[in-house]
């Protein structure tokens, strides 16, 4: 059912209109601006993004003790970046594509502890939930803090404390396996509330680490109201809010200078001659945005992102196009906001990172499900490397660049149209590692018919 909002804005905006009809679109974001770097957005600056590292690596003693899987990298949590060669004449090859330039992945698919992109965001704010918590009342000491060796809160009795304490969280899934096994990692009362779409493997695999799953029959963004509502009324209970939080969206951020090194190693260079292009799956927008708001202090005009949705929840286009935000969903326009990429299904964007992206985001494409098992599937092939559907999206975002007027237009208008040989593209894969090989059976079965 269309609201009479949804009317409005069908009438106002022909891509509306065409997002109605469930049918893939590109959107060039019109607002977009020229930045000179550093910058301050909504009072947030690259101070804040240094913080947080800073954070990560006092943490990074405890994660290195209580998470094996990070010793390689002294307790920093942080993924490859691997060039697929293959995958690019693939998607040039059966995708209709002119893919030029150098391809790469970026792999939080990878990422150890939670698997997915929400490995940088979601265990961050636990984090720092806990720093706060433990200098409150003294298992940290405040004036020496930087010396401190945090792995002291892997300890008996600061876990018993901790067990006084909740960590809540609504969840498509992904956000809240993140914040699930680490909050019970540190030993906190963990609570989750999974949206229709969670996954079944998902909720198993937190119960086991002790989390307590609790079920709904509605959507997200119903998941999370239910979630900080039961959060409130426990003053010892701290409620992770994906559609608000400050400390995810900075959390994610972090990944953008990390890369610096990455794209140094493999000789790459960006520059005005030398543009680079980065495509992110978005839900409610906190990870995609977080990772643009940091490569943007980082790369500045060299650097072009871009979100890709599915067309029965693309919630961030519709809300940035409108000039909406969160004021608008997309069952206002009639779509089920339903979708087999479980961590893309949200229908109400996050208003906050809406507005942190209206002068950031390049721009926007929206793809149909049967391509997400496809694009996992050539990935698979062509390159050994799985990824979960919600993520095999950022395929579509690199193919689409190549290979459609609205985007030929924005490279002419950028004066890039002559540089693409030198482009270097980021599809930058937000899940994967935690799904069990049966899911990934079942799912190779689907892109057989797909
Ligand atoms: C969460 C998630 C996203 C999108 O992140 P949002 O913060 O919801 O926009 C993309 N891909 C995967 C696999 C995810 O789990």
Redo the contacts with the bound molecule.
Sequence with gaps: MITELGKEMIKQHTLVDKMAQAKEIVWINPELKNVSVPFSIKGMTVANIEEAEAKLKRFAPLLRKIFPETRDTDGIIESELTEIPMMKERLNADFGSKIEGRLFLKRDSDLPIAG???ARGGIYEVLKHTEELAIENGLLQREQKTEIDYSVLAEEDCRQFFRNYTIQVGST???GMSIGIMSAALGYRAIVHMSADAKQWKKDLLRSKGVIVKEYETDYTLAVENGRKQSQEDPKSYFVD?ENSVDLFLGYSVAAKRLVPQLLEKGITVDEDHPLFVYI?????????GVTFGLKQVFGNNVHCFFVEPVQAPCMALGMMTGLNSEICVQDIGLTGKTEAD??A?GRPSGFVGEVMKPLLSGEFTLQDDKLYQYMQVLLDSENLFI?P??AAIFEGAVKLAGNEETQKYLREKGLDDKMKNATHICWA??GKLVPEPVRREYANIAKKA
């Design positions: 997915s992109i929400k899934g992904n956000l994906d799956p978005c839900g409610i927008g906190g990870a995609p945005g961590g893309l949200v979960e919600s993520a937000t899940g």
